[in-house]
């Protein structure tokens, strides 16, 4: 009723104006209406305070997590087809080494303190390390060689203290590189502890086919990529792998995108280019 009293009314005291103003005035009887009370600024303030304390104890329990427990990975790369292929995500156990400054966020700035915690990897391991002449680079690897170990490749086998580790020829390993299907030789490697795992060799003879013996020093590790011909590994650009440089075991995949059909943030095309047979199935 408020435009009915609007200064464009010809006269305030017309009695159109008069009826309508008793219409509007409010009765003696009925209390008029109280105003809303705006909330204190002090409410306010407690209000913005929980949001924050949420959002910081959200991120204190991830961090928690992603230290102590698992953290999640990329396969950006081809070295350890078939065992891991390019736009594989993967789960690393922090746990299973112990814990060195490598094993926590940002710890790459901190003085080395060795391992805390510490327990021994196995051969056969698929393990995470910061590669120890660019530590701000994670690679990932098995795990062939432990201290004292004499590790050496002679035509396409690894020698391990003199002894070959057996490997059996299975069927091959076919990659599709748009559209081209190529077969490529792949065995079965059991370690002496049993451990059984898939190797391509792409090379007969190739480059790192035969090497010399390499004695592993103590408190490290010999670590060889799983596609034997295009690995850079202890053969060449790791070295000897220092035990605090490991980061954590790999325990199993929880999505696998093919990257030459997509990529992570296009997932409107992820129908197409998901490969649901890697889902949630262990790094052997």
Do not use: C
Request: charged share 25%; glycine share 6%; net charge negative.
């Amino acid at each position: 009723m408020t435009e009915a009293i609007d200064a464009t009314t010809p006269d305030a005291a017309s009695p159109a104006v008069t009826r309508l103003a008793m219409v509007d005035a409010p009765s003696s009887d009925v209390p008029p209406p109280v105003a809303e009370t705006p909330p204190a600024a002090s409410e306010t303030s407690d209000s913005w305070w929980d949001l924050v304390r949420i959002l910081i104890y959200a991120l204190l329990i991830a961090l928690f997590e992603r230290t102590l427990f698992f953290q999640p990975y990329n396969i950006p790369s081809g070295s350890m087809e078939d065992t891991l292929l390019v736009g594989d995500f993967l789960f690393v156990e922090k746990f299973s080494y112990g814990y060195s400054r490598y094993s926590l966020p940002w710890g790459r700035f901190l003085p080395g303190f060795g391992r805390v915690w510490a327990h021994a990897p196995q051969r056969g391991d698929v393990a995470v390390f910061a590669l120890p002449t660019d530590p701000q680079r994670d690679f990932i690897k098995r795990i062939v060689g432990l201290p004292g170990d004499r590790v050496q490749m002679l035509h396409g086998v690894l020698y391990l203290n003199d002894r070959p580790v057996p490997k059996v020829r299975v069927a091959d390993y076919v990659e599709d590189d748009h559209g081209y299907h190529h077969r490529v030789a792949r065995y079965r490697e059991t370690m002496p502890n049993g451990k059984s795992y898939y190797v391509l060799d792409r090379e007969i003879d190739g480059l790192n086919d035969n090497t010399p013996v390499y004695t592993v020093p103590v408190g490290h590790y010999f670590m060889m990529g799983d596609n034997r011909d295009d690995s850079d590994d202890s053969r060449g650009v790791v070295g000897y792998l220092p035990a605090e440089n490991l980061v954590g075991r790999a325990e199993f995949k929880f999505l696998s995108i093919d990257e030459r059909k997509t990529h992570f943030f296009t997932f409107w095309k992820w129908p197409s280019a998901i490969r649901w047979d890697r889902f949630f199935s262990r790094v052997d």
